[in-house]
């Protein structure tokens, strides 16, 4: 059981840094995440959600004892592609861990970056490759 709990624990553990795939963006945070919206939007797929994570860290750090500012700014686009999701999920149902998928767009202090986690080898390279061009198409603009 013990084995059990510790393997649970590594594999709820959260992205590490080296874990993300960054782009730097020449321009504005505001011109990022339009760009970035295009992008996913351009595909054909929808946005579900954006997390203004870097809004909500500003917002509350001293209401968690903390005075340092993270990021400038912070958002992270939410969104899954039904036809690509299947299919990854068809190889491996546990591959409904990593939906859904998101680009995060990141100001700190004045450097903007445009960014997506790595997947692990097999049929979620699909989906990095997915990610990875939009990035590339909203860094490009």
């Not at 594999?11 to 945070?29: C, K, M, Y």
């Not at 500003?58 to 299947?86: E, Y």
Request: glycine residues 6%; aromatic residues 8%.
């Amino acid at each position: 059981m013990k084995a059990y709990l510790a393997a649970a624990c590594l594999a709820a553990a959260p992205a590490l840094a080296q874990d993300a795939v960054l782009t730097d963006f020449n321009g504005s945070f505001d011109d990022a995440t339009f760009a970035v919206e295009s992008a996913i939007v351009g595909q054909g797929l929808v946005i579900d959600y954006v997390s203004h994570t870097g809004e909500m860290l500003n917002r509350t750090g001293a209401d968690v004892g903390s005075d340092v500012k993270i990021f400038d700014a912070a958002d992270i686009f939410l969104f899954c592609s039904a036809k690509l999701s299947r299919e990854v999920m068809e190889a491996d149902p546990m591959n409904v861990v990593h939906c859904p998928y998101n680009v995060f767009v990141l100001d700190r202090d004045g450097k903007v970056q445009i960014g997506h986690r790595t997947y692990p080898e097999g049929p979620m390279q699909k989906v990095q490759e997915l990610l990875a061009s939009i990035v590339a198409e909203a860094a490009a603009d």
